[in-house]
């Protein structure tokens, strides 16, 4: 595994464990952008001038070496400001020009848990005439292939699940998914924000068209990510503009933040198999020490599979917000996601959890600076929290 960051401040007594809202940008990475902000500040859309040659053929490079880590063309991969948009381009680029080549609008298909960056377009699609259908996840948090295979009707055109939830870390049979929608011809888009990076990942193996992704999620710059657009799949655009991003996306490329990307994405594969091991012995080692503590403790989602930094827990009978309130000076953690619009999780009232156990839950989630040490005093924060709401 690489060394954890040289220059990340220790003195701050607040455990850092809310690592799927966001990651720190590595130093590696800001070193890699830093030319790109200081002296070849080009537009690479500027074809007359060398400033704007050097950004372009940056571009190219960044764009091929993301190609590469994903087993895509480099044609395939479409930036955008992040996943959040990545997925807007999906639904609603892919939806409307089906709506157009088919004759009208047709059927949508996804899963309660996703994100909200996946279900408000699918609810802008349903003004606009779509249908939509939702499937509920198991207990567990999975969806089970047969879910899919009885929904899907005649005029189903796109299925969108994401690799791994954001909230409880379990990890979609997006493969076996995959394979039913293209026997079917149906497009096949999944949400891949919180998984790459963190899990090998080919777009070739897990069969989709359409994949989202975020680089801030896996030590890159906030404000940029993408989305692989697999050849032969028809989208319009969002916007319109300058024709960049072959007309899917027009605006100046943020050459910097596209440069981090793709720094980011490479550090991320160097450790990723033994970043994985040890992110998974701390997170069980957590997940054991609040067990041992609290037996009441209930695990939200499969333990396998599962992200190895992620753990999400219910801690029943106590208040969520007094909980959150009591660890705030301690542990930044989360109850759910980042944009969750501070109502209980979606994602767990989807697995069957009530809404005070919702709102008495904590996402844990470790990143690849977390230590032993940093584990043991969550523990001892967390239990310590519980055992003085308990006693009031
Ligand atoms: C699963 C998932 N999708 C989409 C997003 C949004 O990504 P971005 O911040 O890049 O827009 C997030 C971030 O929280 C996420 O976890």
Redesign the pocket.
């Known amino acids: 595994m690489l060394p954890a960051h040289p220059n990340v401040e220790r003195r701050n007594v607040v455990i850092n464990l809310d690592h ?2 966001t990651t720190p940008c590595h130093p590696s990475v800001i070193e890699a952008m830093e030319p790109w902000w200081r002296e070849q500040w080009g537009n690479p859309s500027s074809r007359q001038h060398r400033l704007g040659l050097t950004a372009a053929a940056a571009i190219g490079s960044a764009r091929e070496r993301l190609a590469r880590s994903l087993g895509i063309r480099s044609e395939e991969l479409i930036f955008t ?5 990545a ?1 807007n381009l999906a639904l609603l680029g892919h939806a409307r020009a089906r709506a157009l080549s088919d004759g009208g609008p047709g059927h949508l298909i996804s899963v309660d848990s996703e ?1 909200h ?2 279900l408000d377009p699918l609810m802008q699609l349903k003004e606009e005439g779509f249908q939509v259908t939702l499937l509920t996840p198991q207990s567990n948090g999975l969806i089970q292939v047969e879910q899919l295979d009885q929904a899907i009707q005649p005029n189903t055109q796109l299925v969108s699940v ?1 690799v791994a939830n ?1 909230e409880i870390g379990v990890i979609q049979p997006i493969k076996e998914l995959s394979a039913v929608c293209s026997s079917q011809g149906i497009t096949m888009h999944s ?1 891949a ?2 998984a790459y990076g963190h899990l090998p990942m080919r777009a070739e193996e897990l069969g989709c068209d359409l994949i ?1 992704l ?1 680089a ?2 896996f030590n890159g710059p ?1 404000g940029i ?1 993408a989305l692989v657009v697999r050849q032969g799949t028809t989208l319009q655009p969002l916007q319109w503009g300058g024709g960049q991003e072959q007309g899917l996306r027009a605006g100046t490329l943020p050459v910097p933040l596209i440069m981090g990307m793709a720094a980011a994405a490479e550090l991320s594969l160097l450790d990723q198999k033994s970043r994985q091991t040890h992110l998974r012995t701390l997170r069980d080692q957590l997940w054991q020490g609040l067990k041992d503590q609290n037996p009441a403790i209930k695990l939200n989602g499969a333990l396998q599979p599962r992200l190895a930094h992620n753990l999400n827990i219910t801690i029943p009978g106590v208040s969520g917000s007094r909980l959150h309130r009591a660890l705030k000076p301690r542990l930044a953690c989360s109850s759910g ?3 969750s619009r501070g109502e209980p999780s979606h994602v767990l009232r989807a697995i069957g959890r009530s809404r005070n156990e919702a709102e008495g839950s904590l996402r844990l989630s470790l990143g690849r600076d977390t230590t032993t040490d940093e584990i043991v005093a969550a523990i001892e924060v967390i239990t310590s929290a519980i055992k003085a709401l308990r006693q009031t």
Request: overall charge neutral.
């Open positions: 799927q809202a400001s992040g996943a959040t948009e997925n994100h960056a996946v994401m954001n949400d924000a919180q989202s975020s801030h999620k906030k990510g996601s980042a944009c």
